[in-house]
């Protein structure tokens, strides 16, 4: 069975293209893929988006109660929308600081 890392490179297209989307080194996401690491929970939803929700998050880290943080995740009626002059990041603006 393919490991969700893998196959989010596969869709991606190559680990260093992956590397490149997330702003991190090449390095980095093959440190992701050995034994006994993860891929951080920062770069998981977007990693997600990469990969046109082919790769879960839940499948990357199901250590972290994703239902929770993708509530966070979700636009508050209050916050400017990207096109109304708010920049956006991949997370909606949302730190997941504190889940590692």
Request: charged share 25%.
């Amino acid at each position: 069975m393919e490991k969700p890392l893998d196959k989010a490179i596969r869709i991606v297209g190559s680990a260093t293209k992956l590397a490149s989307a997330l702003g991190v080194t090449k390095s980095a996401v093959g440190q992701w893929g050995e034994e006994g690491r993860r891929v951080p929970a920062e770069h998981c939803p977007e990693i997600e988006r990469l990969t046109g929700h082919a790769v879960l998050c839940e499948e990357l880290r199901p250590d972290i109660d994703w239902m929770v943080v993708k509530e966070r995740l979700r636009p508050s009626p209050s916050v400017p929308q990207e096109g109304a002059g708010a920049a956006e990041s991949s997370t909606g603006g949302v730190a997941l600081e504190g889940v590692a």
